[in-house]
């Protein structure tokens, strides 16, 4: 499709092990966004790129996070030995250009058990 | 610490009237702010936006007022339809970092028959 890509859909893991959550842009978009939206909340900001560098991760919460961008298109979100409070709906979005109209997809929703 | 605050988690109204969702904000480095929509299990979708240089916005049946003395803006759909319906979510940024948004919680529309 045309729009941006999200896999998993719904991951449920135990608490401490790694996960991966994937996100594959609108084609020609050069901007990747990364929020999450944690229950009754609304989305946080986590990490922003530019191709395939990562000028501001100052949303990412610990450590335990880190993402990847590579070929200036798909893009990683790792979650090492993950919490239950990393329970939340991850949200990919892209842009032609910084900043502007943000395209989202329809997200990952991560529950640790 | 909340720096964009929808105080109003649902609003419902009968289609053909006015829907007003609000918002206020804290930081007065905001110099951008936008509507989000989602529906259920999607991402959210841009509305519209205004600069801070602008106190109205308006597309088609949508208007956003910003008032900056008072740090608010509200978002007018007229006349609502059931296909409204959703979370509206209110965003900000600032020039020179406008690739990140700050979310409110959001508002939940439901617009009645």
């Known amino acids: 499709g045309a729009g941006v890509s999200q896999s998993p859909s719904n991951k449920v893991t135990e608490k401490g092990k790694d996960v991966e959550l994937r996100c594959d842009p609108i084609?020609?978009?050069?901007?990747l966004y990364w929020y999450r939206q944690s229950l009754g909340q609304g989305l946080e900001f986590l990490i922003y790129?530019?191709?395939?560098?990562?000028?501001?991760k100052s949303g990412l919460p610990s450590d335990r996070f880190s993402a990847e961008r590579t070929g200036g298109s798909v893009s990683t979100l790792t979650i090492q030995r993950t919490q239950q409070e990393d329970s939340a709906v991850y949200l990919c979005a892209s842009s032609p250009a910084m900043g502007g109209e943000l395209f989202f997809g329809e997200g990952s929703r991560l529950t640790v058990l | 610490d909340q720096q964009v605050k929808q105080n109003s988690p649902s609003l419902s109204v009968q289609e053909g009237r006015i829907s007003i969702l609000n918002c206020d904000y804290t930081?007065?480095?905001?110099?951008?702010f936008l509507w989000y929509k989602k529906y259920p299990a999607e991402g959210p979708t841009f509305l519209i936006s205004i600069s801070s240089i602008k106190d109205k916005n308006e597309d088609g049946r949508f208007t956003v007022f910003l008032n900056k003395s008072a740090k608010h803006l509200s978002l007018h759909i007229v006349p609502s339809q059931p296909g409204d319906s959703a979370v509206y979510f209110c965003?900000?940024?600032?020039?020179?970092?406008?690739?990140?948004?700050?979310f409110g919680k959001g508002t939940l529309l439901t617009v009645n028959p």
């Open positions: 965003a900000a940024s600032v020039e020179g970092s406008n690739y990140k948004l700050t």
């Open positions: 084609s020609g978009h050069t901007a």
């Open positions: 930081n007065s480095m905001f110099d951008y």
């Open positions: 790129f530019q191709g395939n560098s990562a000028p501001d």
